[in-house]
C-alpha cells in the first residue's frame, strides 16, 4: 500500500510518501504469525527536518493450551536524515498470561527497548545510547461483575551511554477497581 499525506510540525509542512505491506497468517489453529515493513518519508521531530525510515515489526500470538497465552513481538526501525543514519531502534516485548479461570489471571510483561542515536546529527544535545528494561507482573482477581483486585509489581532498568542497566524504580502496588452503575 502506497500513501501520501501532508503534515505541519513544528512549523514547517512536510510532504510524506509511505509504502506499506503487512502480511499475517495462522500457520496451526492455535498460532497467529504477522509482520508488518514500512518505509519512505517521515519527520525527524527532534531536528524538524524530513528524513527517511524503515521500520519492520513482527509479531508471535500462540495460544498454549486453554489457558496460557505467549506474545511476542519485535520492532527494528531505522531513520536517515541526507543519507546518514539518525538513529537505530530495537524493542522487544514479551507477553504471557495465565488465565486460571473466568474471574482470575497472572500476566507477565517483559519489555527492552535499545536506541542507539548518531549524536552528530542532532541539535541538542543528546546520548548516544539509551536501553530500558521493564517488568511487570500482575495479578487480577474479578470478585464481582463491578469489583476488579489488582496485585502487582513491576521495575524499570535505564541505562544511558554504555552505562549498563542500573534499576531505576520498584513498585508493588494493590489496586480496586470499582465501577458505579448510575
Same mark, same amino acid.
Given at each position: 500500500?502506497? #500513501?501520501?499525506k501532508?503534515e505541519?510540525?513544528?512549523?514547517?509542512?512536510?510532504?510524506?510518501?509511505?509504502f506499506?505491506l503487512?502480511?499475517c497468517?495462522?500457520p *496451526?489453529?492455535?498460532?497467529h504469525v504477522?509482520? #508488518?515493513?514500512?518505509?519512505? =518519508? %517521515?519527520? =525527524?521531530y527532534?531536528?524538524?527536518?524530513?528524513?527517511k525510515?524503515? %521500520? *519492520?515489526s513482527s509479531?508471535?500470538?500462540? =495460544?498454549?493450551g486453554?489457558?496460557?497465552q505467549?506474545?511476542?513481538?519485535h520492532t527494528?526501525?531505522?531513520?536517515?536524515v541526507?543519507? @546518514?543514519?539518525?538513529? #537505530?531502534?530495537n /524493542?522487544?516485548?514479551l507477553h504471557?498470561?495465565? $488465565?486460571?479461570?473466568?474471574?482470575?489471571?497472572?500476566?507477565g510483561i517483559? $519489555?527492552?527497548?535499545?536506541? /542507539?542515536?548518531n #549524536?552528530a546529527m542532532? *541539535?541538542?544535545e543528546?546520548d548516544p545510547?539509551?536501553?530500558?528494561?521493564?517488568? @511487570?507482573i500482575?495479578?487480577?482477581?474479578k470478585i464481582n461483575? @463491578?469489583t476488579?483486585?489488582?496485585?502487582?509489581?513491576t521495575?524499570n532498568?535505564?541505562?544511558y551511554?554504555?552505562?549498563?542497566?542500573?534499576l531505576?524504580?520498584?513498585?508493588f502496588f494493590l489496586?480496586?477497581?470499582?465501577?458505579?452503575?448510575m
Amino acid at each position: 500500500m502506497f #500513501t501520501h499525506k501532508r503534515e505541519v510540525y513544528n512549523g514547517a509542512t512536510f510532504d510524506l510518501n509511505r509504502f506499506y505491506l503487512h502480511h499475517c497468517m495462522n500457520p *496451526i489453529g492455535n498460532l497467529h504469525v504477522g509482520c #508488518t515493513v514500512a518505509w519512505g =518519508d %517521515n519527520i =525527524d521531530y527532534a531536528n524538524t527536518r524530513l528524513g527517511k525510515r524503515f %521500520n *519492520i515489526s513482527s509479531n508471535i500470538l500462540y =495460544d498454549i493450551g486453554l489457558h496460557l497465552q505467549l506474545n511476542l513481538s519485535h520492532t527494528f526501525e531505522r531513520m536517515w536524515v541526507n543519507a @546518514q543514519r539518525l538513529y #537505530t531502534a530495537n /524493542q522487544s516485548e514479551l507477553h504471557l498470561t495465565y $488465565q486460571f479461570n473466568k474471574r482470575m489471571f497472572l500476566r507477565g510483561i517483559f $519489555q527492552y527497548v535499545d536506541y /542507539q542515536y548518531n #549524536t552528530a546529527m542532532y *541539535i541538542d544535545e543528546i546520548d548516544p545510547l539509551y536501553r530500558h528494561l521493564f517488568t @511487570q507482573i500482575l495479578l487480577s482477581y474479578k470478585i464481582n461483575p @463491578q469489583t476488579v483486585l489488582f496485585l502487582g509489581y513491576t521495575d524499570n532498568y535505564r541505562g544511558y551511554d554504555f552505562t549498563g542497566l542500573p534499576l531505576a524504580d520498584r513498585k508493588f502496588f494493590l489496586k480496586i477497581g470499582y465501577a458505579l452503575v448510575m
